[in-house]
């Protein structure tokens, strides 16, 4: 707390909350709050735009605003972490191993400086993402699909585990596919408020795809492959990205479906997302053009 409150009476001068999120919070009040929702404003989805529509009614500053919505979501990752880190040792809730991982992800320098410092979101859907790896760990099917469509609902980065559950499901086949359903319906669903606005029912789907084809780099503020090859051309290369990214989590699931990889253990199981997430977000270029969404 004291790290948090300290640091996050900073005045903000990144530039994503210069440039995009203060921009995005005047707009939106100066056209009503609510009612602003009937159009887009900024690049994320209906979600987020209806949690900023209600801060707009708040007295004060939106910095606070938008770092406290950040902050909260701090403490309910790290605690989905730690109740992560338990079930996969076996060890009881608030014993060591719990406490242990509560703390460092609380502390983790990406996860304060992303909150406290640059007032971004990306500590909510990462939690859902850890609620999704929990809730499959325990075979509570439903749940997880509810959490993955939430994680959806606030980011597109959420992507990125797609290839893990696919694997897990050739390799457990014990849930239906048709569980994706429940994700699309809860990510669908997130925008009720921007509906009954009168924004379009669509404007989910729409907002993900236009976002993709934003940034037309081969990398942008991230560490990844292509980071080698400076100025590599997203042109020529944009395609072939996309082809070895499916190459190489194929790779991934022949090696689950051939029985050379076995997720029977906890340890297994957090481990296996490597396999599959760490080809995607570091080869494709739809991942990485995704990782400077605002």
Known sequence: ??????????????SDMRDFLIPWYDSIKAQGGLRSLKEQVGDYNLLYQTLVAFMTYLPGSCVQYYKALSIVF???LAFASALLVARLSGEACFHRKFQMAYAVVLLLPTVVL????????DSIYTTFLVLTLLFFYEENYISGFVMLGMGFACKL???????????????????SLSGFLVSLA????????????GRSVTAPFTIYLD??????????????????????????????TVILAVALCGMGLYQVMSGKIHIDTGEAFIKQPQVFCGPASCFCRLCTSATHIH
């Not at 980065?157 to 849930?175: D, E, H, R």
């Not at 976002?211 to 400076?230: E, P």
Request: glycine share 10%; aromatic share 24%; proline share 1%.
């Open 157 to 175: 980065q959420t992507v990125f585990i797609l290839p893990f559950l696919l694997g897990l499901y050739f390799y457990k086949k014990n849930f």
């Open 186 to 197: 809860v990510f669908w669903g997130s925008g009720i408020v921007a509906f009954l606005c």
């Open 114 to 121: 992303n909150s406290v410092y640059w007032g971004q979101c």
């Open 74 to 76: 701090d403490y309910w």
């Open 1 to 14: 707390m004291v790290v948090r409150y300290g640091n996050g009476q900073v005045k903000e001068k990144m």
């Open 211 to 240: 976002q993709t084809g934003l940034y037309q780099k081969m990398y942008l503020n991230v560490s990844s492959f292509w980071t080698i090859l400076n100025g590599a051309d997203y042109a020529e290369l944009g395609t072939f």
